[in-house]
């Protein structure tokens, strides 16, 4: 089996070739296969490590996608206020991130109140920030949970 180990210099694309280590030992795939293959791994290698540089639109697109499918939590993790939701008051789907920063009660209220924790991952940061904003401007509405969190720091 021919090995192409990884070249952190290269930009890779869909159909260059690719070895690492799995449990069974060092497998060789296309940059495209593993991206079906292994998703998290690709894009923690991208992201996190940053030891893999890939096409954006032949290999970055396409993986995204399978991450959605594939690892849902993972993939609701990474895109946190990005994630396209379903908002009260807008006609199609709008970024988390525009309710949150103009419409922090609603935001608010959808997020938590609404059960929609599931939809959009806030980071502690995220969470502290929109609790604080939320209890500046309509103390009561704050979940007694969310005011402790907030005490606690």
């Known amino acids: 089996m021919e090995n192409y180990p990884l070249d ?30 292994d998703p998290v791994r690709i894009h923690k290698m991208i992201v996190k490590e940053k030891t893999l540089q890939v096409d954006q639109y032949e290999v970055m697109n396409p993986l995204v996608s399978k991450l959605r499918r594939a690892d849902y939590d993972y993939y609701r993790r990474i895109t946190g206020l990005k994630m396209m939701i379903d908002f009260p008051g807008y006609s199609s789907d709008v970024q988390a991130k525009i309710p949150y920063d103009t419409d922090p009660l609603g935001f608010y209220k959808w997020w938590r109140k ?40």
């Open 8 to 37: 952190s210099e290269k930009v890779y694309y869909s159909e260059d070739w690719l070895t690492l280590d799995c449990d069974e030992g060092p497998v060789s795939l296309r940059i495209g296969e593993w991206v079906v293959r």
């Open 114 to 153: 609404g059960k929609h924790e599931h939809v959009v991952y806030l980071s502690p940061a995220y969470q502290f920030k929109l609790f604080q904003k939320v209890h500046t401007m309509e103390p009561k509405l704050l979940l007694k949970k969310d005011l402790e969190y907030m005490q606690s720091f």
